[in-house]
């Protein structure tokens, strides 16, 4: 597969929220705003990239009685120097965005990477593989987190457009199943072309 086509596959063939259906819990739970969205997936995007490296380098030499709890370490490193650095230097980001942060180490995007790509690939593959999918995830959440706040508030990142109340359902839970529902039905068809 070439170099660009490992990328796109990310965005299309394996998004990881429309396609694939992985990581739902951050999906749901944070995509009350584009912002929010945005926030996560770039937040994933960090982790699923280096942890992808990482991972490439050691699993040559990981046993594999043990490389899911070496993966779920690298992880969880990674995780850890996130959290720091979005206490330091964007507290408020890490303050919306709270405990998804830490779930980012149990989210079976990252793993699953790790595990069907970054253990088999080179590193610079591995890496292209998390910008891709992470730019795919990254692209759903704040899509999700736009149409969700539109609908819920009449807003999009914080500027208010309409005025007026919007749907309390579009920023509580049933609103993200109903916006996800409809937008990966959508993304399949549109796929298919």
């Given at each position: 597969m070439s170099k660009f086509g490992i990328i796109t596959k990310g965005?299309?063939?394996?998004?990881?929220?429309?396609v694939l259906v992985l990581g739902m819990c951050p999906t749901l739970a944070t995509?009350?705003?584009?912002?929010?969205?945005?926030?996560m997936g770039l937040a994933t995007m960090f982790v699923l990239i280096l942890?992808?490296?990482v991972i490439s380098l050691i699993s040559p030499v990981v046993p594999d009685k043990v490389h899911i709890p070496v993966y779920i370490?690298?992880?969880?490193?990674f995780v850890t120097v996130l959290q720091l650095l979005m206490q330091a230097f964007v507290p408020q980001v890490y303050e919306t965005l709270g405990l998804f942060i830490p779930?980012?180490?149990?989210?079976?995007?990252?793993?699953?990477?790790?595990?069907?790509?970054?253990s088999k690939n080179s590193v610079g593959d591995s890496a292209l593989d998390g910008i891709g999918i992470g730019i795919g995830f990254t692209l759903s959440l704040t899509v999700i987190g736009i149409v969700r706040e539109i609908l819920g508030s009449g807003a999009i990142f914080g500027w208010k457009f309409i005025t007026g109340d919007g749907i309390l359902a579009f920023v509580m839970a049933?609103?993200?199943?109903?916006?996800?529902?409809y937008l990966m039905v959508l993304f399949n068809k549109l796929a298919k072309r």
């Open positions: 965005l299309l063939k394996e998004n990881p929220t429309f995509t009350t705003s584009a912002m929010n969205g945005l926030e942890s992808n490296i370490v690298v992880i969880a490193t779930l980012i180490v149990v989210n079976c995007i990252v793993l699953g990477r790790a595990e069907a790509f970054a049933p609103g993200a199943f109903i916006v996800l529902g």
